[in-house]
């Protein structure tokens, strides 16, 4: 006796599903984002946030993420304490910029852990930059 392939692609779809071996995606995405924050880069700077303040990575992303107003070339540097607990040292910068589409997500860096101090860094600084990250 031969099983009808719906009926056997229904059960295994819903197998993966109820597995949580599909959907995963968008449940993750949908949590990251919705915890972003908006941001404005100023055309005095490279770096958002500026000054001596930093990003820190969250438990909601396992990515740095980044949705632009207009589109403009960025990359993550990435931070870390001193020794002695005293200082932010650079700890290296990302070697390619990437040019995220007009309100449209984009990782800029994935896999990163938890409590990881970074910053974006703008390649134009001339101009403003308005928009939202999620980490």
């Not at 993750?28 to 984002?33: K, L, Q, V």
């Not at 990435?78 to 910068?93: E, I, Q, R, W």
């Not at 938890?114 to 703008?122: D, H, M, P, T």
Request: charged share 15%; glycine share 8%; net charge positive.
């Amino acid at each position: 006796m031969r099983t009808p392939r719906l009926l056997v692609t229904l059960a295994m779809t819903g197998a993966l599903v109820g597995g949580g071996l599909v959907g995963a995606t968008s449940a993750s995405a949908a949590t990251c984002y919705s915890g972003a924050t908006s941001y404005e880069k100023s055309s005095t700077t490279h770096y958002v946030p500026g000054g001596g303040k930093y990003h820190l990575t969250g438990p909601n992303c396992a990515d740095i993420n980044i949705k632009m107003s207009a589109p403009k070339e960025v990359k993550v540097c990435f931070y870390k304490k001193s020794a002695d607990g005293m200082h932010v040292l650079l700890n290296y910068c990302q070697s390619s910029y990437k040019l995220p589409k007009s309100n449209k997500w984009l990782v800029v860096a994935s896999n990163v852990k938890n409590n990881v101090l970074y910053k974006f860094y703008f390649k134009d600084i001339s101009s403003k930059s308005l928009g939202w990250y999620a980490d």
